[in-house]
């Protein structure tokens, strides 16, 4: 708004001063700092979305079963195929982690099983990629070989019974 445009001012005839830019400053930043309290309220979470952490643990308990299924297929060198997989649908009790602190990390992990969804058996050959090169790499691969082997002898037993 440049003097000439204010008309409010030129109603009363009043002339321009040195403070009228300030007062134009001051203006834009009173609606910045509203435009930066209403980002703030949009970003308010809804209190009870917490009420999604038992829908979370089951599409985990889902997801892990299958990948350990692909990676025991892909173990005794059979091509994947997770068409007819006998899972177990409900978790054990023991199953899962405590609930993610945010909401931002629980939907971290929604993100993380549609991408499952998306590209199952891309995911699993990459794990079992990730197990070969363990079983010659570092302490911490194999450490991390050796969970993932335990999870796959689990849902072996699991699904035996």
């Known amino acids: 708004m440049t003097v000439a445009e204010n008309h409010d001012a030129s109603d009363i005839g009043e002339r321009p001063t040195w403070a009228w830019p300030v007062q134009a400053v001051v203006a834009w930043l009173a609606r910045l700092f509203t435009y930066i309290a209403n980002f703030k309220r ?10 999604s952490w038992q829908d979370l643990r089951e ?23 997770l068409d007819d997989t006998k899972i177990q649908l409900e978790p054990p009790a023991t199953y899962g982690g405590p609930c993610p602190r945010t909401p931002f990390d629980m939907n971290r992990c929604f993100l993380a099983i549609a991408q499952w969804a998306a590209y199952p058996e891309a995911i699993i050959r990459e794990r079992h990629k990730r197990i070969v090169r363990a079983a010659h790499g570092s302490t911490y691969a194999r450490s991390a070989a050796t969970h993932e082997a335990v999870r796959v002898a689990t849902i072996k037993n699991a699904t035996a019974r």
């Open 42 to 51: 949009a970003r308010c979470l809804k209190p009870d979305w917490r009420d």
């Open 59 to 81: 599409c985990e308990w889902l997801r892990d079963q299958l990948i350990a299924q692909g990676l025991a297929q892909l173990h005794s060198n059979q091509p994947v195929h």
